[in-house]
């Protein structure tokens, strides 16, 4: 009974090793993102949590939360309310 459920613990450790795997290779550094929001002054994203963006009105930018709707789009709100997008080229 042990090695039965030593062995459906493993399998499930090694599923998500490669599921974490899987998703890190669609966001990998070094991918070519562009992203766009009303008065960006530039934004940039290179995979993970974050994307860079700086808008106009403002001195500097910060890195604001992304929400990754597919392989090749995320997307964001700025701490004023202003959306952004970054899509992959």
């Known amino acids: ?3 039965v459920l030593s062995r459906a613990t493993s ?13 890190g290779a669609a966001f990998a550094q070094g991918d070519k993102w562009t ?7 530039s934004g940039s994203y290179r995979g993970g949590k974050t994307a860079k963006i700086h808008l ?7 890195a604001y939360p992304v ?7 995320v997307t964001g709100v700025t701490k004023d309310g202003t959306p952004f997008t970054c899509v992959k080229s």
């Open 11 to 23: 399998m499930a450790g090694l599923s998500l090793l490669l599921l974490s795997v899987s998703v």
């Open 56 to 62: 106009k009105p403002y001195k500097n930018g910060a």
């Open 35 to 41: 992203c766009t929001a009303d008065n960006m002054k």
């Open 1 to 3: 009974m042990t090695s």
């Open 67 to 73: 929400t990754i709707v597919s392989e090749t789009e």
